[in-house]
């Protein structure tokens, strides 16, 4: 089992940056590919990002592509989500996830791990 803390939030204006920092205790964080998923007031949680278990692959979400970078340091058990050029519909609560699997998609049941999540308000 892995226990995932999510960091980082808070309120930033349009066009301005975060970095959320998710921390990973329990089993060996690099046999876990993580992801990031968001969700905003009234609508449902959306994928974000993705990364294997090397950090050699990633994925985005095309509405966050070019913004977003998502990285992960395994001798540190860290994931990261550097978030830039912040728009207002970026706002919502962000959420840090590992899976175990062997194929690991996009869909939240894809991950068996989850933090508590991290508030981001992006002002317009």
């Known amino acids: 089992q892995v226990q995932l803390v999510e960091s980082g939030g808070g309120l930033v204006q349009a066009g301005g940056s975060l970095r959320l920092s998710c921390a990973a205790s329990?089993?060996?964080?690099?046999?876990?590919?993580m992801g990031w998923f968001r969700q905003a007031p009234g609508k449902e949680r959306e994928f974000i990002a993705r990364?294997?278990?090397?950090?050699?692959?990633?994925d985005y979400v095309d509405s966050v592509k070019g913004r977003f970078t998502i990285s992960r340091d395994n001798a540190k058990n860290t994931v990261a989500l550097q978030m830039n050029s912040l728009k207002f519909e970026d706002t919502a609560v962000y959420y840090c996830?590992?899976?175990?699997?062997?194929?690991?998609?996009?869909?939240?049941?894809?991950?068996?791990?989850w933090g508590q999540g991290t508030q981001v308000t992006v002002s317009s």
């Open positions: 996830a590992a899976s175990a699997r062997v194929v690991v998609g996009v869909a939240g049941y894809d991950y068996d791990y």
């Open positions: 990364i294997s278990r090397s950090g050699a692959i990633t």
């Open positions: 329990g089993r060996t964080f690099s046999s876990y590919a």
